[in-house]
């Protein structure tokens, strides 16, 4: 009597192709809003003088550009527009003698910063200006001033730079190669942000 036999085979399953997901890239151009809160502090002098504080909100928006290099680095620039609703007053014997607070502030910054993906760490520096306002309501008069400039301590610059690092040669002779000369000089022009201690 003859036997039958049956085998299965199994069909191996093709390996799935799986995507490696690329790291998110920080260059390009930045647009949008933003707010919070802000301290603000205020000192005046006036013969006597006072030191006040005016909290409030702000919102407004940003603009800018990144760019990210080979290994993380992220450099950039920025620039905002925001409204500020900090104000107060100063009383004396109960009357108001001045209303006083900020408009409106912007900036316009540098940025070097680390990124982690989605994440950037990374500080800034630049040139500020707000406007401000001081009103005497018991005379009906008030004014308002614009507010600029960098910290004492943060500059910032611009340097052209021509360097002639002079000429080396590559000596490929043990390998059956030629000795190449290379005579390299560079013109570079880069912009910078500096803290003075």
Known sequence: MGRVRAAIYEVPTPPV???ETPLFNWTGFTAGVQGGYAWNNND???????SADFDGGILGGFVGYNHQLDNNWVIGIEGDLEKNWGDDSFAIGGVTAFN???????SV???????????????TAGWAVGRGFLDVPVAGVGQKETFNGFTDMVFGRIEYRYTNFGDKDFDFTGVGGPVINSDLDQHAIRIGLGIKF
């Open 109 to 123: 910054r540098g940025r070097v910063g680390y990124a982690f993906d989605r994440a950037l760490l990374y500080g």
């Open 44 to 50: 005046a002098d006036f013969g006597g003088g006072f």
């Open 100 to 106: 006083y607070g900020l408009d409106w502030q912007g």
């Open 17 to 19: 192709a799986v995507e």
